[in-house]
C-alpha cells in the first residue's frame, strides 16, 4: 500500500461502542499484519486502557498536534504489546474546544512522510461530542465506521451523524465514504434491535450494514484488564466477531 488508508470510529452517542471498536479492529488489523496506528482523539485516553499502555503525564499525546503547530503524530506514537500496533494516547487534560480551530489540521498531520512510510492503516477513535476534534478526523477519514447499539434512539444519532459527515463531504472531504454501520451487542431475536438496523439498512444500504458484534460481558472484562479480545478471551463469542470484522474490513481496504 502507498498510501494511508483512514477510519474514523465514529457515533455521536457515548457508549456505542466507538472505543470498543477502535481497539480490537485495530487489534485484527494487526494481526492480519497489517501496519496499524490507533490514534485516540477521545480525551478519556480510553484507547491506552484497553490496550494496557501507561501514559506519563507530560508524555507526548496525539492532541499536542491541536495546541502546538510544530507537534507532528510521530512524536507521539508508543508501541503496545501487539506486533505491527502502535498507538498515539490521548491527552487526557485537553480540553474540547481549546487549540487551534483549523478543521484540517489532522488531515495535514497525517500527511507526515514519515507516518505514511511507516504505516498502512489508521484508526480514529472520536468523541462523541460535536466539536471540531469530530470533525477533524471526518476530513482526515478516507472511511467512516459507525458502531451503534440497536435501541429505538440510537437511529436517530446516526441521522445526526450523517447529517454532519455529508457536510463534510460537501466541503472539505468529498472522498470520504461509508465502510460500515457496526450493530453493537446485536441480537436478531429481539424485535426493537431488528427494527432499528432495518430502518438503517433502508436508509444506507443493506450492504452497508456488517455483520456486528454480539453482547459479550467478556468485551467489558477484557477491557477492565487491559486487553483486547483476542489476547484476553481468544475463543469468546467477542473474540470471533472481531475477527470476522478484522477479515471483513480487510477486504474492503483491499
Ligand atoms: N458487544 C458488547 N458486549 C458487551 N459489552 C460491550 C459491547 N460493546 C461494548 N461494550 C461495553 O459497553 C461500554 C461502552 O463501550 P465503549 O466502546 O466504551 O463505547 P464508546 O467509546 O462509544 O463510548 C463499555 O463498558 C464496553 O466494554
Ligand atoms: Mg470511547
Same mark, same amino acid.
Given at each position: ?12 452517542? *457515548? ?6 471498536? $477502535? ?12 501496519? @496499524? ?14 490496550? *494496557? ?10 492532541? $499536542?498536534?491541536?495546541?502546538? #503547530?510544530?507537534?507532528?503524530? %510521530?512524536? +507521539? ?11 498515539? #494516547? ?6 474540547? *474546544? %481549546?487549540?487551534?480551530?483549523?478543521? =484540517? ?11 505514511? $512510510?511507516?504505516?498502512? @492503516? ?26 451503534? @447499539? #440497536? ?5 436517530? !444519532? ?9 457536510? @463534510?463531504? +460537501?466541503?472539505?472531504? #468529498?472522498?470520504?465514504?461509508? =465502510? ?20 438503517? +439498512? ?7 450494514? =456488517? %455483520? ?6 467478556? =468485551? ?14 481468544? %475463543? ?17 481496504? !483491499?
Amino acid at each position: 500500500m502507498t498510501h494511508l488508508q483512514v477510519i474514523a470510529v465514529c457515533n455521536r452517542k *457515548g457508549g456505542a461502542g466507538k472505543t470498543t471498536t $477502535a481497539v480490537n479492529l485495530a487489534v485484527e488489523l494487526a494481526a492480519l499484519d497489517f501496519r @496499524v496506528l490507533l490514534i485516540d482523539l477521545d480525551s478519556q485516553g480510553h484507547c491506552a486502557v484497553g490496550l *494496557g499502555v501507561k501514559v506519563a503525564s507530560g508524555d507526548a499525546t496525539s492532541h $499536542a498536534i491541536f495546541t502546538n #503547530p510544530l507537534a507532528t503524530i %510521530s512524536d +507521539s506514537v508508543v508501541e503496545t504489546a501487539y506486533a505491527h500496533l502502535f498507538l498515539s #494516547p490521548a491527552d487526557q487534560l485537553f480540553e474540547h *474546544g %481549546s487549540g487551534v480551530r483549523d478543521e =484540517l489540521r489532522l488531515k495535514q498531520a497525517l500527511l507526515e512522510p514519515a507516518l505514511v $512510510a511507516r504505516f498502512d @492503516v489508521v484508526i480514529l477513535d472520536t468523541p462523541p461530542s460535536l466539536d471540531f476534534l469530530l470533525i477533524n478526523a471526518l476530513c482526515a477519514a478516507k472511511w467512516v465506521l459507525v458502531p451503534y @447499539v #440497536p435501541h429505538p434512539l440510537s437511529y436517530e !444519532g446516526i441521522r445526526q451523524l450523517m447529517r454532519v459527515m455529508f457536510r @463534510v463531504m +460537501s466541503k472539505q472531504n #468529498p472522498d470520504l465514504k461509508i =465502510l460500515g454501520f457496526l450493530p453493537m451487542t446485536a441480537a436478531a431475536h429481539i424485535r426493537q434491535h431488528r427494527t432499528v438496523t432495518s430502518d438503517v +439498512s433502508r436508509q444506507f444500504g443493506a450492504h452497508r450494514v =456488517l %455483520s456486528g458484534i454480539r453482547s459479550d460481558i467478556k =468485551l467489558a472484562e477484557a477491557f477492565a484488564v487491559g486487553k483486547p479480545i483476542r489476547a484476553y478471551a481468544p %475463543s469468546s463469542r467477542g473474540a470471533q466477531d472481531f475477527a470476522d470484522l478484522g477479515i471483513c474490513v480487510a477486504q474492503m481496504l !483491499g
